[in-house]
């Protein structure tokens, strides 16, 4: 249903921290600041369905749950 074209669901000014919740089309969503730019990905914790944006930390180039302490790898 959303696979053309692209959508702004924030603007820049907007991303404050490292790891930011974005909610688009009733999924979560996480939008990553980092040295290269800002990447958005799913937010869903894939161990246990937790959103990652509230509290996860970047560890590299993995995400620690902040709830269980799961490292999900963010890749590319």
């Known amino acids: 249903m959303y696979d053309h074209g692209w959508y702004q669901v924030a ?4 991303l404050a921290d490292e790891v930011n ?29 937790a959103h ?3 509290g996860g930390k970047v560890l590299g180039e993995v995400l620690r749950c902040p709830f269980h302490g799961h490292a999900i790898g963010l890749g590319k």
Do not use: Q, Y
């Not at 603007?11 to 907007?14: K, M, P, W």
């Not at 290269?36 to 369905?49: F, N, Y």
């Open 21 to 49: 919740p974005l909610g688009f089309a009733n999924r979560r969503w996480m939008g990553i600041k980092g040295p290269s730019g800002i990447r958005v990905l799913d937010a869903t914790c894939p161990h246990r369905g």
């Open 11 to 14: 603007f820049e000014h907007e």
């Open 52 to 54: 990652l944006a509230f």
